[in-house]
């Protein structure tokens, strides 16, 4: 079975341009979270989508937007890029809505660097 | 909130050592528990998960056991090989939907 899927791999932006990621999550799979990973950090959650409802938000500012499609897919948009914002991107997709027991599984990464 | 402290790192260590690396956590509720693995240049990769008090996880020659008691999630290994050289991850949750990360612990073995 294919595992969740991100693109780009990679992406280099400049400072104050708009930036959009992709995810499919895992057949079966209607709950996509999105994480950003600072080299040499853990990863920090920006949002959560179950059926197509926001269902949590980490503390990102307003230049960060997602939204899931009908398929269950997602984009992670990010405006006025800024340098703080180069690292790697994650997707995850999980099978339930977020309870206590629910597995996130992780894609490759969109590596985003703003010069 | 919830949090993870992880042992930091580097660890360096010679084939068919011992690996053990600490994880406690604070929470409320009861949260499963998780190490994820990556590998350079990739994404996160799920090792093992244990979803209640006493529960072990366990993948590929790793083990970690959920102890309440210490609020701890030690990873162990008996025997590592320079195909375990990683970043591993311990991680607490969902909890508000997330999962919370501790900052990662550089292992990296020689042969």
């Known amino acids: 079975d294919a595992g969740v899927t991100q693109s780009p791999t990679h992406l280099i932006k400049t400072r104050g341009q708009h930036v959009t990621l992709r995810c499919s999550p895992i057949s079966g799979h209607k709950s996509v979270s999105w994480y950003q990973q600072v080299l040499g950090q853990g990863p920090q959650f920006i949002f959560q989508?179950?059926?197509?409802?926001?269902?949590g938000r980490g503390n990102f500012p307003d230049r960060f937007s997602a939204r899931q499609f009908p398929n269950y897919s997602s984009e992670l948009n990010v405006n006025a890029l800024l340098l703080g914002d180069s690292a790697l991107y994650l997707c995850?997709?999980?099978?339930?809505?977020?309870?206590?027991?629910?597995?996130?599984?992780f894609g490759p990464g969109t590596r985003l660097t703003v010069l | 909130g919830n949090s993870v402290t992880q042992m930091e790192g580097p660890v360096t260590l010679s084939e068919e050592a011992f690996l053990t690396i600490n994880c406690t956590y604070t929470?409320?509720?009861?949260?499963?528990l998780f190490w994820y693995v990556q590998y350079p240049g990739e994404g996160l990769q799920l090792l093992l998960k244990a979803t209640k008090a006493d529960d072990k996880g366990s993948n590929k020659g790793f083990e970690a056991t959920y102890r309440k008691e210490t609020t701890s999630f030690h990873l162990e290994k008996g025997s590592v090989q320079v195909s375990d050289s990683a970043v591993y991850f311990c991680?607490?949750?969902?909890?508000?939907?997330?999962?919370?990360f501790g900052a990662g612990t550089t292992v990296t073995v020689r042969a």
């Open positions: 929470a409320t509720g009861y949260p499963s």
């Open positions: 995850a997709s999980s099978p339930l809505g977020g309870g206590s027991t629910d597995t996130q599984y």
């Open positions: 991680a607490l949750g969902p909890s508000d939907y997330k999962l919370s």
């Open positions: 989508y179950y059926e197509k409802e926001e269902r």
